[in-house]
């Protein structure tokens, strides 16, 4: 089975920090680009953090800059996003995509071209 699945979410409050994580199943993990994704009612997707195949490079959202960090292990297949610092509006769904073409690097509008997991959601309170 191809999976993509994201774990981790919940409702939290402000100021605390939370880690999601991301199991990739049935298809080849290491060479790949990856991403995190988000989007709240009424909003647009969004772009949160990337990391390419080499993990050399990592892009954020000047949103999370500086408080989100994106991490992989290849020997496990996992991808994940550390979130500290969690404000109101970082509440959305979350998710955890796996781009579609082997050894790029990290881009948003590549990656969101590729797999995408069935999300899990955040909530934080003030």
């Known amino acids: 089975q191809v999976q993509v699945v994201e774990s981790g979410g919940g409702s939290v409050q402000a100021g605390v920090s939370l880690r999601l994580s991301c199991k990739i199943s049935?298809?080849?993990?290491?060479?790949?680009?990856m991403g995190w994704f988000r989007q709240a009612p009424g909003k647009e997707r969004e772009g949160v953090a990337c990391?390419?195949?080499?993990?050399?490079?990592?892009i954020y959202s000047p949103s999370v800059e500086g408080r989100f960090t994106i991490s992989r292990d290849n020997a496990q297949n996992m991808l994940y996003l550390d979130m500290n610092s969690l404000k109101p509006e970082d509440t959305a769904m979350y998710y955890c995509?796996?781009?579609?073409?082997?050894?790029?690097?990290?881009?948003?509008?590549?990656?969101?071209?590729?797999?995408w997991g069935q999300g899990t959601h955040v909530t934080v309170s003030s």
């Open positions: 990391i390419s195949w080499t993990e050399k490079t990592t």
């Open positions: 995509v796996r781009d579609r073409v082997r050894h790029r690097g990290a881009a948003f509008e590549r990656i969101k071209e590729g797999y």
């Open positions: 049935g298809m080849q993990f290491d060479i790949y680009a």
